[in-house]
């Protein structure tokens, strides 16, 4: 059984990009946490460390300070729509642009091909958060306070989130957009409400 991560190994977890999962730390920490499998070398220069799905798993279960709103902890998360007190302004838009930026970098050097066009492993991982970083970084408006905009949920459905729109136009863009961004997406009606949404998941070809 593989031993726990030391001290000095979770805090180099915890301090990993909270987007692409890249990690700073000395040359022995780093090749220790890829002997345990937490994380892995990538074989092209600059031949940056960035954690595995195990090691994203670590480091969500390590107790955090709530993320929002974002200014409060320094802590960029994507805005899933629903926040009380959503960030916003100049600063919320570098935000967003950087984190879809690194996202696409994050694309480029763990895909087998290069191509920034397809979802990539942490995506799948963190589903509702990629596809609320996708809608977000390209103008749309979430959900949150008095304002209407998209919500993106959670599902039963593996590998697939749900996303609310306030009308069918929105919804639509929604779709469009995320299409654009490597996922697929099909609009349904919910059996009991008729409330149409859209159900997405990351596309692999």
Not at 25 to 44: C, D, I, M, N, Y
Not at 85 to 112: C, I, K
Not at 134 to 139: I, K, P, R, S, Y
Request: glycine content about 10%; some cysteine.
């Amino acid at each position: 059984m593989t031993r726990p991560p030391t001290a000095a190994q979770r805090r180099v977890i915890e301090a990993a990009d909270p987007v692409t999962g890249r990690l700073r730390g000395t040359e022995s920490q780093l090749a220790a946490l890829v002997k345990q499998g937490l994380a892995f070398r990538h074989p092209r220069p600059p031949h940056a460390h960035f954690l595995t799905p195990a090691g994203h798993r670590v480091r969500e279960a390590v107790p955090e300070v709530p993320a929002e709103p974002v200014a409060d902890t320094g802590v960029f998360a994507a805005r899933v729509g629903g926040e009380e007190e959503p960030p916003a302004g100049p600063a919320r838009l570098r935000e967003v642009h950087s984190a879809w930026q690194g996202l696409l970098e994050l694309r480029r050097m763990t895909g087998a091909d290069g191509a920034v066009d397809r979802p990539c492993g942490w995506e799948r991982a963190h589903l509702v958060r990629a596809a609320a970083l996708a809608l977000e970084a390209a103008g749309h408006r979430p959900a949150g306070g008095d304002a209407d905009g998209y919500r993106v949920r959670a599902t039963p459905q593996p590998e697939a989130v749900a996303v609310y729109a306030p009308d069918a136009r929105t919804l639509t863009a929604c779709a469009v957009t995320l299409e654009r961004a490597g996922w697929q997406a099909g609009e349904y009606s919910e059996p009991r409400t008729g409330v149409r949404y859209l159900l997405a998941s990351p596309r692999r070809v």
